[in-house]
């Protein structure tokens, strides 16, 4: 069956570092991915999504690209502040599979001033 | 903009006893969904509804129930409560098949003593 597979946690980096937060999934056909983020406290909120293969998603100076070469769909962003310190899900929903939407474990940040 | 509203949003259970928690949707949404969280295992579905009077297992289905009897709740329960259920517990919804954002409630915080 499909499944996502994310880095594990915590991932731990000073304020304006570099960050890749690495996903690859497994699906039989053409699914959308999902970046989620959760705040502490909070439900899931959504980061930035692709819906095709190529296709780059962004947001909040977060991008990733559908790689259907590699079944990737990494998380990156130039530099990280304090206030991006939260769980990150990487996630995948398959149109022609009733729509179940499929989570990694997510991967914990913590971002240091 | 309510959204996704999850009632309670904190409940402490003895074994044996049982509840109800419920989801409530105000975007018209056809799709919905229980997930569960807990440490180191992401959010796994318990069950989900790609419909009004429609219901289906996800991947850990047992001890619970759901029904959706309209098309904006969507209730879970539990019948005789097992420690082994203390978890967070997450509602969300979708409008339509893949690639569709799914919005997330705050979640239940349910402890099973």
Known sequence: GNSVTQMEGPVTLSEEAFL??????TATGYPSLFWYVQYPGEGLQLLLKATK???????????????KETTSFHLEKGSVQVSD????????????RDDKIIFGKGTRLHILP | NAGVTQTPKFRVLKTGQSMTLLCA???NHEYMYWYR??????????????????????????GYNVSRLKKQNFLLGLESAAPS???????????????????????TRLTVV
Not at chain 1, 20 to 25: A, K, S
Not at chain 2, 37 to 62: F, N
Not at chain 2, 85 to 107: H, I, K, L, M, P
């Open chain 2, 37 to 62: 969280q807990d440490p180191g295992m992401g959010l796994r579905l318990i069950h989900y509804s790609v419909g009004e009077g429609t219901t289906a297992k996800g991947e850990v289905p047992d």
């Open chain 2, 25 to 27: 949707q105000d975007m």
């Open chain 1, 20 to 25: 890749t937060i690495n996903c690859t999934y």
């Open chain 1, 53 to 67: 293969a190529d296709d780059k998603g962004s947001n909040k100076g977060f991008e990733a690209t559908y790689r």
């Open chain 1, 85 to 96: 310190s939260a769980v990150y899900f990487c996630a995948l929903s398959e149109r022609d």
């Open chain 2, 85 to 107: 259920q203390t978890s967070v517990y997450f509602c969300a919804s979708s409008d339509r098949q893949g690639g569709t954002e799914a919005f997330f409630g705050q979640g």
